[in-house]
């Protein structure tokens, strides 16, 4: 079982609940060593003076500001030590707001939280249930690893999420990055129709599983194939993609395409519902972001699926 990375308490209000913090996402990516070629040699990285190639100690190290020009504001870690966040161990929430209001770009990382003892079952399910009804996330700061950071708690499947977010003046906006865009006509009626009838064709219940990391499968895949000796086979490029020349026809084509694959089992889906149990039908309305599901009846529920 992991171990958590923070421990403290969710505070709302005067209800104080000691909670932990876990990481609910793992890093799935393979990491390699760097070798000179040829040989078994490691490569390491040195922290070297520049202008006399000597390797310097940690301790000898401090940081430098870029003014510009080639000058620097030297500061002693001490003095980033003196101003650092205090280590509250308290997730104050603030203040709550529609979770549909977070745009995803503030998103950062995702945690659970749990109590932290059994004893404070009582409260902290009392707060997951009602952020739950409500339908809304706790806004919060707090520190971890001697920063802070601001964040949204929310309800998930029977357990808490914490959410770190952006800060607002960390985000940068589209023309400040790319510059200038261009002039974007205005759509024909009949292409945003077919546009819009594509979008449909195409949408299904969300299902995070049906997607899966293909790049890290090569890379294991290629490790094996060298660990045995064997010779190594690589997939055709794919054709490059044509060049649009008739909007409307490019997007006609593509919904007939759908039609005629899977259009039909999200159709057998929606059909499907009257066999679902309402705790199926509620989950599913969780899946698909249906507000006000948990003061629905089995019936309503079924209704508002078929509308989604």
Known sequence: MARPVWSGALSLGLVTVPVELYPAVADHTIHFHQFERGTSDRIRNRRVNERTGEEVD?????????LGGGDHVLVEPDELDEIAP?????????????LDEIDPWFFDKTYWLKPAKEDFAKAYGLLLQAMDRSEKAGVAKFVLRGKEYLCAVRAGEDVMVLNTLHFAADLRKPKDVMGGLPKLPKARPKELDMALALVDEMTAPWKPEDFRDEYSGRVEKLIKAKKAGKEITHEEEPEPSADVVDLFEALSRSVKNRKGGGGAKKQDKRQDLGDLS???????????GVKGRSKMTRAQLEKALKAS
């Open 58 to 66: 940690k301790d000898e190290i401090v940081k430098g500001y870029d």
């Open 86 to 98: 205090e280590r509250s161990r308290r997730i104050d929430i603030e203040q709550f707001v529609e």
């Open 278 to 288: 309402k705790s199926d039908l509620d989950k599913l309305a969780r899946e698909q």
